[in-house]
């Protein structure tokens, strides 16, 4: 029996479903991992039916995505990690179930759920063995505070969790931050390029600082782009990052370092304007395929 085994949830589809007859979970090397954590969101809701929606919508995409197959390696999807329990247990499921991918020799592509998600994906891989490696984030607030509103599991703490295990964080496109989120990024060296710098200019390529990890995981929050291109998050903020941009950034990581895993938070859909939940399934794909191409070179 395999240690994947598992019955997947009713109601939840395997991501491409529609066009692959998907391969056991020894076979694939991508897996996708479905969050749908949602506690401590302090403006609009809903992103606990993120992950269920990009899955859906991800039945209507092209296998083949403008450039390769990404989905030639194989794709397994997971049932949904147990998250009934609050923040504290479903950070270690999430670990747990991370923690089992990596170990496996697989690829983990995490969708949430609130952001607080990704603290649970980095414990795993730090359970896994896993060590030098940084975190490369997209999104539209620093998420740097020790805690909010008394919770130190908060959406808007999850990064600070990530530096209190001594793992380095480069930032882009940021633009919502409160004076201690500023502190915490002198205090701990945390590099960025702001919204401010990136979008005016339209930078497409970042050179990450020589001494950062060559291993990064890079955690994507939706609010990170611009409203404009995903108005389906909970916290929107103007000014954000465009669609090819978010695309090239990311791509310009992978030319740089190795990806050892990629999330997609907050992205929560709006009934009737299925565009956003296929657009998501779409970035899904599309970053999967930078991936698949860069393990190539």
Request: charged share 25%.
């Amino acid at each position: 029996m395999s240690e994947f085994d598992q019955v997947v949830a009713p109601g939840y589809p395997v991501f491409l479903g529609s066009e692959f007859s998907h391969p056991s979970p020894e076979e694939a090397f991508f897996h996708v991992l479905p969050v749908p954590f949602e506690e401590t969101v302090s403006y609009g809701g809903g992103t606990a039916d993120g992950p269920k929606s990009i899955l859906e919508a991800s039945w209507q995409l092209e296998v083949w995505d403008g450039k390769s197959y990404p989905g030639r390696k194989g794709i397994y999807t997971h049932a949904p990690v147990d998250v009934s329990e609050g923040a504290e247990k479903a950070v270690e499921n999430i670990a747990e179930a991370t923690k089992k991918i990596v170990e496996a020799g697989k690829f983990p592509i995490v969708l949430g759920g609130e952001h607080t998600v990704t603290y649970g994906v980095i414990k795993g891989l730090l359970a896994a063995g896993v060590d030098d490696f940084g975190v490369v984030q997209i999104d539209a607030h620093a998420d740097l505070r020790d805690a909010y509103e008394g919770n130190p599991y908060s959406h808007a703490s999850v990064m600070k969790r990530v530096l209190d295990e001594d793992i380095p964080i480069f930032q882009l496109g940021i633009r919502a931050f409160c004076e201690e989120e500023i502190n915490t990024r002198k205090v701990y060296g945390v590099k960025h390029l702001d919204a401010e710098v990136l979008v005016p200019k339209n930078i497409l390529k970042v050179e990450l600082p020589d001494d950062f990890p060559e291993k990064v995981f890079f955690t994507l929050d939706i609010d990170g782009m611009d409203p404009s291109v995903f108005p389906s998050t909970g916290t929107p903020v103007p000014g954000g990052l465009g669609w090819y941009q978010t695309l090239s950034l990311f791509e310009s990581v992978a030319e740089q370092r190795d990806i050892i895993g990629f999330d997609i938070m907050e992205f929560a859909p709006i009934a009737g304007f299925h565009a956003y939940e296929f657009s998501a399934a779409l970035l899904t794909y599309k970053l999967m395929g930078i991936v698949d191409r860069s393990l190539d070179e």
